[in-house]
């Protein structure tokens, strides 16, 4: 965009100030924005952590459900390499491994699911751009068992040559560097074609190669392939490149599933074992080695003692390539009052060291790991383990939340503090379900799962979650138009509350600090425990919406079977008459007496003048004859009546693509005809030159379902991202700030919260 500098001439001056004013009112083009994360650091489930075997300082990560990162030394930053992908099923990564020869090629098997697309990526620029060979087997990078691995592996002397543990279809093989893909016939598991039980199935865990059994330039000759599926043989070797398999003999307890393996320098094999695929669900496990040179196994278990802190399984393992005979393993599922380790042996597994009591986390980069108490955990779901193959003192280890490094892993040897820090910068790995930003205060409001919600003042800075109370999922957000200082919110309690902890909380502060809100418990709930409501599932009192009046003094709660309201921050509740069985409260943004609702099975609104105490019926023509499948049926969904900010009974209806809008409240609705098939949308600061708010939707256009803006109240859209910033099209919310023209909030699965705006 072209900005002329003011000119001295009066006339030419105004001539040129109504060009500026005409260009900034007009919509926005895609490559002409700048898109960038909110930061929170971090915050979901990381399977996989791996560092290049041969080039110091690039490392790897496999996300679950959000792309492959790569460690950027000179820019101290994890950059995410997927932003590019359309594909919403290639973001979760089953495996990847870089190449053991050439640091520039790295490979990763990608499928979020296993009834969804996938494909092996090649890359030749560190992951710049990806080579896409689409594969029959599936994958399921976000299912049971992804914290297996590696199930890719590259041969050390022949890099043509790749393998593949699927879960469902056996073992496969490239020969041509992932240019195709065959099944390797002689290898006895051919596995679950049809995975019609794939929540009990994980199919191969890992691929070792070991390099000592070939030379440069010709195939390697001894392959380990583990499995993880139950009631069958674990460990299977080749000693002939792949032509012909045998059981390796002795193996561990047939309950003992093997996950995770590697191979060091004299030939001896080192395997973690659960007795589940993981990551959770898990009770038991144990450490084996096998030295394959000879054949004995030897158990290797660290704790083995129930009364020091229980049976767990085995997951995370990294060996020491600088140091033999040390290596270091983690548990899995350890009980939760005690938590997850990391032991480390410099001796091959005779003894072991637990780090976790020498450990001291400094948390105050990502503040939000303190979860609301004093001292941030040590870590769950620790299955991404790796000891830099360049320096022996720096190690990764991710968790279910996070990934931790340290530089002084040796000082453990003289029994000193290690310390430990989150590694997360550039790295948003997190599912957001709910964004709001209110026209003063906080720039954004967000709901994420797993993870509660954060209030944004600094959009650059990772900030506390809110708490009092915490919640696992915020399911809605809502602020009071004219007196933004009040906000309220909904959310499922934490899983393992001793307590019974609300699940609707309240702000008088503009989201600072916050004040929980317990609404009268409907006929039927004669106590609410934890353990009576089970944790993230659709219990109607939990998943009970909230809004809030215009001004901030009546809360509504859509409790089930009798909706409730209270003008009192819930010191006395009042039920509320006449709301249709299908609606729920929508306050207008102008009049604080206003709220309207939805009844789906007449095709109707429903209007309450008397601040939300009785709803009756309009006679409503307008709306489509049937809109019953416009009725969302999950808490995450967005809700398709939503009220204009600052303009009495101006409201806008999403039906089945469509936008529908009233200016009477609701009594007539006339179609905004565009070529837009409309998910959801906000309302945004009007561009300069402008009376009417901009919208921005998520919708779909001839195919592509993308970020738009509207500056002319839905009638013609432009595109807001471009091919550049595809984010897998896992778009789920939006919110468009109220004080910066052109700058849009989404929430998407797996990359957090990206926000737009127009590039200076």
């Known amino acids: 965009m072209k900005i002329f500098a003011p000119a001295r001439a009066g006339g030419l001056f105004a ?62 930053a994890w950059i995410p390499l997927e932003d590019d992908i359309a594909e919403r099923n290639f973001q979760g990564i089953e495996s990847l491994t870089p190449d053991p020869v050439d640091p520039n090629v790295v490979y990763a098997a990608v499928g979020t699911y296993h009834n969804g697309p996938s494909a092996i990526f090649r890359s030749s620029n560190r992951g710049d751009s ?27 002397n022949d890099t043509s040559i790749l393998y593949f543990g699927s879960r469902f279809d056996g073992l496969q093989k490239s020969t041509d560097k992932d240019n195709t893909w065959v099944k390797v016939d002689g290898f006895p598991y051919k596995g679950l074609v049809a995975p019609t039980d794939w929540h009990s199935r994980a199919g191969l865990s890992f691929v070792v190669i070991d390099p000592s059994s070939g030379v440069k330039g010709t ?20 000693t002939d490149a792949g032509l012909t398999w045998a059981e390796v003999a002795g193996e561990p307890p047939v309950e003992l599933l093997p996950g995770q393996a590697q191979i060091d320098s004299k030939g001896v094999l080192y395997i973690t074992y659960s007795n589940s695929m993981g990551p959770y669900g898990v009770t038991k496990g144990a450490v084996y080695k096998l030295d394959t040179k000879t054949g004995v ?24 390539r600088r140091k033999p005979d040390t290596l270091v393993v983690a548990t899995l599922d350890l009980d939760e009052s005690v938590g997850d380790s990391i032991y480390r042996s ?26 609301g108490g004093n001292e941030a955990k040590f870590g769950w779901w620790i299955t991404g383990l790796a000891i830099d193959p360049f320096d022996s003192s720096h190690i990764a280890y991710t968790t279910g939340a996070t990934i931790y490094e ?24 997190t599912a957001v379900l709910e964004l709001a930003s209110p026209p003063k205060g906080a720039h954004l409001l967000s709901g994420f799962g797993d993870l509660g919600g954060f209030t944004h003042f600094d959009l650059d800075q990772s900030v506390l979650m809110q708490t009092n109370p915490i919640f696992v999922n915020t399911n809605n957000i809502d602020y009071a138009e004219r007196a933004p200082n009040v906000i309220v919110r909904g959310g499922t309690h934490e899983a393992h509350a001793k307590v019974r902890t609300a699940t609707l909380g309240y702000s008088t502060d503009y989201g600072k600090s916050w004040q929980p809100l317990y609404a009268p418990l409907p006929e039927g709930y004669t106590e609410l425990t934890p353990d009576k409501i089970s944790y993230n599932f659709s219990d109607p009192y939990i998943d009970s919406h909230i809004v809030t009046s215009t001004d901030g003094k009546t809360f509504v709660v859509m409790t089930p079977g009798t909706p409730v309201l209270t003008r009192s921050q819930g010191k006395r509740w009042a039920k509320v008459q006449g709301l249709p069985p299908t609606g729920r409260p929508v306050p207008d943004r102008a009049d604080p007496k206003l709220f309207y609702a939805v009844d789906f099975d007449k095709s109707i609104i429903y209007v309450s003048k008397d601040g939300g105490f009785h709803f009756s019926p309009l006679k409503t023509v307008g709306l489509p004859p049937d809109i019953k499948a416009d009725q969302p049926h999950w808490r995450e969904a967005p809700w398709p009546l939503i009220a204009r900010p600052g303009k009495k009974g101006d409201l806008w209806y999403v039906s089945k693509g469509k936008l529908l809008h009233s200016v009477n409240g609701g009594e007539s609705f006339a179609e905004v005809k565009s070529d837009l098939s409309v998910f959801t949308f906000d309302f945004g600061k009007a561009a300069p030159g402008k009376r009417n708010l901009t919208l921005y939707a998520l919708g779909t256009k001839e195919g592509t379902f993308a970020i738009w803006q509207s500056v002319d109240m839905g009638k013609s859209w432009v595109r807001l991202n471009d091919a550049k910033h595809e984010y897998s099209r896992m778009f789920r919310c939006i919110a468009a700030d109220k004080n910066v023209f052109g700058r849009v909030y989404v929430g998407i699965d797996g990359r957090g919260i990206v926000y737009g705006e127009p590039k200076p």
């Open 297 to 320: 196994w030897t158990d290797i278990t660290p704790n083995k003692d129930t009364a020091a802190g229980g049976y767990s399984g085995y997951m995370g393992l990294s060996l020491d």
């Open 15 to 76: 001539l040129l100030l109504i060009g500026v004013l005409f260009a900034f009112a007009q919509p926005a083009a895609a490559e002409d924005y700048i898109w960038r994360n909110v930061r929170v650091g971090g915050g979901g489930y990381i399977p996989g952590i791996i560092f290049s075997p041969v080039e110091c300082d690039l490392a790897y990560l496999r996300t679950d459900m959000g792309g492959i990162y790569r460690w950027e030394a000179p820019k101290q």
């Open 130 to 156: 990806w080579e896409i060979t689409p594969v029959p087997f599936r994958m399921g990078g976000n299912e049971e068992g992804r914290d297996l691995g590696e199930r890719l592996a590259v041969d050390p």
């Open 219 to 238: 195939p390697s000759k001894t392959i380990f392939v583990g499995i993880a599926d139950n009631n069958v043989h674990h460990l299977y070797r080749s």
């Open 346 to 371: 410099t001796d091959g597994g005779a003894h072991w060291q637990d780090i976790r009591p020498l450990s001291k986390r400094d948390v105050s980069s990502v503040p939000w790991l303190l979860w």
């Open 406 to 429: 340290t530089r002084n892993l040796r000082d453990a040897e003289k029994n000193q503090t290690v310390n430990w820090k989150p590694w997360v910068e550039g790295v948003e790995q």
